[in-house]
């Protein structure tokens, strides 16, 4: 697995002036709704960096490899990249906030957002959503399908295929 690296910046100009020092391609800029922070990922063994624009609640960004894809979830949105040429392939508004992604399945990848889990193709088409009526506490995927409970003890229980 590549190690990433997450670079807090003061500012979008200095996040430009801190990648125009690079030698890695720098991929399209990647920029949420109400971005209020800027920093950006580093991808050391494919030389990538990723500029990001986001509204800063807490949550570093997350990144996912698969075949010539990069995906990249923060806040409120998931984007994939064409790895080869820094190019901003879909992004995908979240439906609350970016968690974590969990896997790959059959064709696609999937996610926990902060009330629910999203099934979307490789190519960043909305296959499934599950969501809840709370903040999901805790979970586990078994057999295709996710088992867990809220915050206020609601159980869940949602197939993904």
Known sequence: ?????????????DMLARLSLVDNQVFD???????NAWGYLTLNKKNICIPIGFPD????PEVFLHD???????????????????RLVFRY?????????????????FFQDE???VGLTFDGKEKWIKLCSDIIDTYHVRNNTI????LDGEKFEFSII
């Not at 697995?1 to 100009?13: E, F, H, T, Y």
């Not at 800029?29 to 109400?34: G, N, P, R």
């Not at 609640?57 to 570093?60: A, Q």
């Not at 010539?68 to 820094?86: E, L």
């Open 1 to 13: 697995m590549d190690k990433v690296s997450w670079v807090q910046c003061d500012s979008r100009n």
């Open 29 to 35: 800029e990647l920029i949420t709704e109400d971005s």
């Open 57 to 60: 609640v807490g949550l570093s």
């Open 68 to 86: 010539n894809m990069v995906y990249v979830g923060i806040t409120d949105t998931v984007a994939g990249f064409d790895a080869s040429r820094g």
């Open 93 to 109: 508004k979240v439906p609350t906030v970016f968690h974590k992604f969990i896997t790959t399945y059959l064709d696609g990848v």
């Open 115 to 117: 009330t629910g889990f």
């Open 147 to 150: 088992y867990g409970e809220t």
